[in-house]
């Protein structure tokens, strides 16, 4: 039977401090650092110990987790001072479950070993409001005794995980669910304005295309938010270009022809210098919306999305 770890948490941003709270509703003991003082007040709020850094924190905890939001800040945050491999006692382990590049997640994987410390990747998929109730998909890289060790964390926080190799191979996969991800919310944003010109109902169109083989996880999901006009996917546009980017590295890598992310990229860069690289991700839609002056709405549907 597995001795239950405790963890410091760095990061509470839209995903990060929903996966915590599940930690701490699971009955983890969990060491918090963000930035923003008003996230880790909501974690303490829920049973958290603060910190006033990620060293401090990792110390404290024994092991660390981070959710963060590039490879440049989950860099800075393990090795700058007061970083969690001056925290991190050897034989500890780093848990990350921001979203890397394979290169970026082996580099500061062997950072971390030559400090004594063992890692495990673990981006997860499936969206912020599963994260909220524990039902998001974790996406593990790493050696499976470490795996083994971490798995009642990871399932206090994820409906499903999956081994998919050694560190690495979860890059591979989460950048490969984002790219299909993107591709899917072009494509339906394109489907539900044809329907609109098309003279249908837009509520009774998307139940039909749920119904259908034309049917994706995020047309259920993201377009309900399109049809609100609320968008509020908790993802941003600077967010699915750092994503689509990892997918076309990955491309040139393996040398292969990629036709669809090049091209949903490029609209994607088109949002962002309309939008802001602020805004919400679904957004993506709004390009088409503006460019024939017509909203895609329909009665009915959320704000946010519900577990």
């Given at each position: 039977m597995s001795t239950r770890e405790n963890y410091a948490f760095v990061g509470l941003g839209h995903l990060g401090a929903n996966l915590a709270a599940s930690l701490l509703r699971n009955g983890f003991v969990v060491i918090v650092f963000d930035r923003d003082p008003a996230a880790v007040e909501r974690l303490v709020a829920l049973g958290a110990t603060a910190a006033t850094s990620p060293a401090e924190a990792a110390a404290q905890a024994g092991n660390a987790i981070t959710c963060l939001p590039s490879p440049k800040v989950s860099e800075a945050v393990l090795t700058n001072a007061g970083g969690l491999l001056e925290g991190l006692p050897r034989g500890g382990s780093w848990i990350e479950m921001s979203t890397n590049g394979r290169d970026e997640i082996l580099r500061l994987a062997a950072l971390a070993a030559a400090k004594g410390i063992e890692t495990l990747e673990c981006p997860v998929t499936g969206g912020v409001h599963l994260a909220a109730v524990g039902k998001i998909t974790a996406l593990v890289g790493g050696d499976a005794a470490l795996y083994e060790r971490h798995r009642p964390a990871i399932e206090a926080m994820c409906a499903k995980s999956f081994l998919m190799g050694p560190v690495g191979s979860a890059a591979v996969i989460k950048v490969i669910t984002n790219m299909l991800a993107f591709i899917h919310l072009v494509a339906a944003g394109e489907a539900l304005m044809l329907a609109k010109q098309g003279g249908l109902d837009l509520a009774q169109s998307y139940h039909a295309i749920v119904a259908s083989s034309g049917n994706s996880f995020v047309h259920e999901t993201e377009s309900q938010l399109i049809l609100n006009g609320s968008y509020d996917?908790?993802?941003?546009?600077?967010?699915?270009?750092?994503?689509?980017?990892?997918?076309?590295?990955?491309?040139?890598?393996?040398?292969?022809?990629?036709?669809?992310?090049?091209?949903?990229?490029?609209?994607?860069?088109?949002?962002?210098q309309e939008y802001g690289g602020g805004a919400w991700s679904t957004q993506i839609v709004k390009l088409l919306e503006d460019a024939v002056d017509m909203d895609l709405r329909a009665p009915g549907f959320p704000a946010k999305l519900e577990s």
């Open positions: 996917i908790g993802f941003t546009m600077d967010l699915a270009l750092k994503d689509l980017g990892f997918a076309l590295a990955m491309g040139r890598e393996f040398r292969l022809p990629l036709q669809l992310a090049p091209l949903v990229s490029e609209i994607f860069l088109m949002g962002k």
